[in-house]
């Protein structure tokens, strides 16, 4: 498995790591947080949406997401549809799963547009009924390649027990990636030989998003990874490269995401 270092939040431990070749479909990737020492004062980190959603095992403090929060127990995500703020206090020691698109379907068998604490508490509990001894055989692993295999053993037996997701959310997402987003509804749902209506109500229960909504979230990402390099294209032109009409379209798509205007993130970027 391939791991990703990340500098700038190694003091906190994070790590994050692929998963198997079996898996890549469902899930992006797992990630782990874990501070040596009890965190004195608040850190914020900013995290932005990706159309997937989240499984996250936290034995430490309480995390706070923006209004909602993950106790010491285990928590389902929604899918995100705008950037969100994490702030870590106290005693950090977490695990997460970060799905693909359509990758909590599969592992769970049940409409996403309905899991989440924010969405319907109930069934976001029923979700997650079947991981209470996992949680507590990841806290008990001491080596990560243990926890590893405990959690990549469990998502298969999961996905065999669903039958995993439509044949048709993974060339859809093949289309939205190729494309960076910028492919209309009806030219996606003639590739796939089936209605707009059809793909609008397949998204909905296996994706959680609606395909407009997915292809505005590439599309705002892209932008952003742009405004991130170090030769710097103008605000101009990230928009037209990234499929935006003109500047008034851009800026407001990327603020209705990330919850500024692409200016104010450029400067928070470079001021770090």
């Known amino acids: 498995m391939i ?71 285990v928590t389902l995500d ?40 924010t969405a319907c508490p109930e069934l976001a ?23 590893l295999s405990l959690i990549e053993s469990w998502l298969m037996r999961q996905i065999y027990k669903t039958g995993g997701i439509s044949p048709l959310i993974q060339p859809s997402l093949a289309i939205m990636g190729r494309t960076k987003g910028q492919v209309s509804i009806q030219k996606l749902a003639d590739a796939l030989h089936v209605s707009t209506r059809q793909l609008e109500r397949l998204y909905k229960t296996q994706v959680g998003l609606s395909p407009k909504k997915l292809a ?24 037209s490269a990234n499929g935006f009409y003109d500047q008034s379209h851009f800026i407001r798509e990327f603020k209705s995401v990330v919850g500024m205007t692409p200016v104010a993130y450029a400067k928070r970027r470079r001021d770090g």
């Open 3 to 73: 791991e990703k270092q990340f500098t700038h939040l190694a003091d906190i431990g994070f790590r994050r790591i692929a998963p198997s070749v079996a898996l890549r479909p469902f899930v992006q990737w797992y990630w782990f947080i874990h501070s040596a020492t009890h965190l004195p004062t608040q850190r914020e980190e900013f995290m932005h949406p990706d159309g997937g959603s989240g499984l996250v095992f936290n034995w430490g403090d309480v995390l706070h997401m923006d209004s909602g929060r993950y106790p010491q127990t």
């Open 78 to 117: 929604d899918v995100w549809r705008q950037s969100r703020r994490l702030q870590l206090c106290g005693t950090v020691n977490a695990f997460g799963i970060r799905f693909q698109p359509g990758g909590a379907y599969a592992v769970f068998g049940l409409p996403v547009h309905e899991l989440g604490e």
């Open 125 to 147: 509990e029923v979700a997650v009924s079947s991981t209470h001894h996992l949680y507590e055989q990841l806290f008990a692993a001491p080596a990560t390649a243990t926890k």
């Open 216 to 239: 505005r979230i590439i599309r705002v990402r892209k932008a952003r990874e742009a405004l991130k390099q170090a030769n710097k294209q103008s605000s101009a032109q990230v928009a």
